[in-house]
């Protein structure tokens, strides 16, 4: 089912949670919001569920508006951060919840709900935990019975709200591949939240990048990776390597980096920043050519398989980051305190006046 | 023991065990066993004798009866006060607040001699009653009144901690179910407060049995209908009828005793989750 974000707005107190959003979530795909925290994305999501009213603006599920209907007759599952499990049921009755609740008119039979609860159990892997109690479960169990309480309704559209947040590093990159194969099976319309970028570019098959109450960039992994819309998309996505300078004709320039900006031939003499991701800088020991800039390494930090290395720039003094991977690092066999010449691979450059 | 002392990280165990032992006996324990000890001086048959005559008899019913009616009643009401002070903020829920714990504070013959004043035929409440043929002062009912009276602070006391650390998110999950207001309240806020609601029930029905002051002004004390089992044991004492008072003391303290564990299992039972 197709989602339509027209023009949301909400405010609480002072603060603008969301600001005019519009967006467009298109039938059985996976979307994630991504943004730090306090961008409105968590709201947004709210909203799109019915537990949070927008001060304006519609959200229209399948072409029908349903902004005015309740959380209850929009028939969307919800998984929150927490779980919020029901902690006195077991955990076939949180499943078989949803199905319960139902007027008795349209209420399954007993052996029916039986049967799609177990089905449901299957479906999360924990077939063997019916008769346990959520105390009796670890993060990644609740979460996965949370998961298949929330698909026992055969909701139209899957929230999840920071669905790994609590869960450790392992479960968690385990959890979301999980969820990527049962979207992959199942196809409900399912939009989550998340501040990590690795999971939202992991996971899902459109981002929607979020910051200060409207988005930012809406694209697939590699559209919003590969071409930033702004420096704040660019800056949120991986580590990157700010450099200032300015325009001039059509080329950027700055303390020794000069490098082509057509789509800014106009800005003449304006200030511009380049933006280098810290894995787009390649380090040699030899001047290679001229864009090369001669540098200090001053710190060396190794993080598994890959090793960051921070760099002193000679002449404006700035620091950068460069990643390079282990094999790459022992080749190179990079000490403490040497002279080596650092050359940005990819870099982006933005004329505007736009502070991180 | 032996694993107490060695891999306990709290220090401790020791004193603190045995001073509780020594409080518990020095308040609790010893002037209980004594009451035993006094009763032990009847022989059984005269024991039987004194705790099954028929006026006292009455008075267990009346007791034990008008007892488990208060704490019902605060149960229900003692629940609804306690939500609406959580969940509603309205002007003046300070106040309203403080007020729940007057019953605790308020000297009990006060209680009773208001009580009574208002709930007798001529009161400002018992006037309205009375016509339509309800008597509340002097009867049973007012026992019942005086006790959900002095009762009413347990079960908001236990119950409010409890609703405060709902967690709004089970609601909102239930809501995303399908689930209306009534059968959320039912299905998933009720079974989370029962712990607490029957730990607040039993400390208003002991409360209320082991009541004296507020319900004899408002009681009438006629004995076979509005007489409880304290008066009769106070009756027992002036008369220096020390071991009969002892011995219905006695069946009062067992009574109590088997009633609140009880409510204490059913309490367990009911956190069975709990893991």
């Known amino acids: ?356 | 023991m032996k694993f107490i002392k060695h891999n306990n990280v709290l220090p401790g165990f020791g004193p603190t065990m045995g001073y509780t032992l020594l409080y518990l006996s020095l308040i609790v324990l010893i002037p209980l066993s004594a009451l035993v000890f006094k009763t032990a001086g009847l022989s059984w048959h005269d024991f039987i004798s004194t705790v099954t005559e028929p006026r006292v008899l009455a008075s267990y019913r009346i007791t034990f009866g008008a007892a488990l009616a208060a704490a019902g009643i605060n149960a229900v009401f003692g629940v609804l006060v306690a939500w609406v002070l959580v969940r509603y903020p309205f002007p003046g829920r300070r106040l309203v607040d403080a007020l729940v714990d007057l019953p605790f504070a308020l000297p009990t013959a006060v209680a009773g001699i208001t009580l009574a004043t208002v709930y007798s035929a001529n009161g400002w409440i018992g006037k309205h009653l009375e016509p339509h043929g309800i008597k509340v002062a002097f009867t049973p009912l007012g026992i019942i009144i005086a006790m959900t009276f002095i009762g009413l602070p347990f079960v908001v006391r236990t119950v409010q901690p409890v609703i405060e650390e709902l967690d709004a998110e089970i609601e909102e999950a239930a809501a995303c179910l399908g689930a209306n207001r009534w059968q959320t309240f039912r299905r998933v806020l009720f079974p989370l407060l029962t712990p607490s609601v029957l730990t607040g029930f039993a400390l208003a029905f002991a409360r209320g049995v082991g009541e004296y002051g507020s319900i004899i002004f408002i009681a009438g004390n006629m004995p076979m209908v509005s007489e409880i089992t304290p008066l009769i044991i106070i009756t027992k004492l002036e008369q220096y009828d020390y071991q009969g008072a002892t011995a219905v003391a006695t069946v009062m303290l067992v009574a109590s005793f088997l009633m609140l564990l009880v409510i204490n299992l059913l309490q367990r039972w009911s956190r069975r989750y709990a893991g």
Do not use: C
Not at chain 1, 273 to 290: C, L
């Open chain 1, 1 to 356: 089912m197709s989602i339509e974000i027209e023009n949301i707005h909400k405010q609480f107190g002072d603060f603008t949670a969301l600001q005019d959003v519009t967006l467009s979530i298109p039938s059985g795909e996976l979307v994630a919001l991504l943004g730090p925290s306090g961008s409105g994305k968590t709201t947004l999501l709210r909203i799109i569920a019915g537990l949070e009213t927008p001060d304006r603006g519609r959200i229209i599920f399948n072409g029908e508006d349903t902004t005015d209907r309740h959380v209850r007759e929009r028939k969307v599952g919800f998984v929150f951060q927490h779980y919020a499990l029901f902690k006195h049921m077991t955990v076939f009755d949180n499943v078989a919840f949803g199905l319960n609740v139902r007027p008795s008119g349209t209420r399954p039979s007993k052996s029916a709900i039986t049967e799609k609860v177990m089905e449901l159990l299957r479906l999360v892997q924990l077939e063997g935990m019916a008769k346990r109690y959520p105390s009796q479960l670890s993060g990644g169990q609740r979460q996965r019975i949370a998961l298949a309480r929330a698909l026992a309704v055969e909701p139209q559209v899957l929230l999840l709200d920071e669905p790994f947040g609590a869960l450790d590093a392992q479960v968690r990159a385990e959890l979301r591949r999980w969820l990527r194969k049962l979207h992959d099976e199942i196809h409900v319309t399912s939009v989550f939240v998340t501040h990590d970028q690795e999971e939202a570019l992991e996971v899902a098959d459109r981002i929607v990048v979020m910051n200060r109450g409207g988005i930012e960039q809406a694209g697939t992994p590699d559209q919003v990776y590969e071409h930033p819309a702004n420096p704040f998309v660019l800056n949120f996505l991986g580590n990157v390597n700010l450099f200032h300078g300015r325009m001039f004709q059509g080329e950027a320039q700055m303390g020794g980096i000069r490098v082509d900006a057509p789509g800014y031939a106009g800005a003449d003499n304006a200030p511009a920043v380049a933006y280098v991701r810290s894995h787009d800088i390649e380090i040699d020991r030899s001047q290679v050519d001229a864009t090369a800039l001669k540098a200090e390494i001053r710190h060396i930090q190794k993080l598994g398989p890959s090793v960051r290395v921070t760099l002193n720039l000679e002449g404006n003094g700035g620091f950068i980051e460069a990643e390079l991977t282990r094999d790459i690092f022992q080749t190179l066999g990079l000490q403490q305190g040497e002279q080596v010449f650092v050359r940005p691979r990819q870099v982006r450059v933005f004329v505007e006046d736009y502070q991180i």
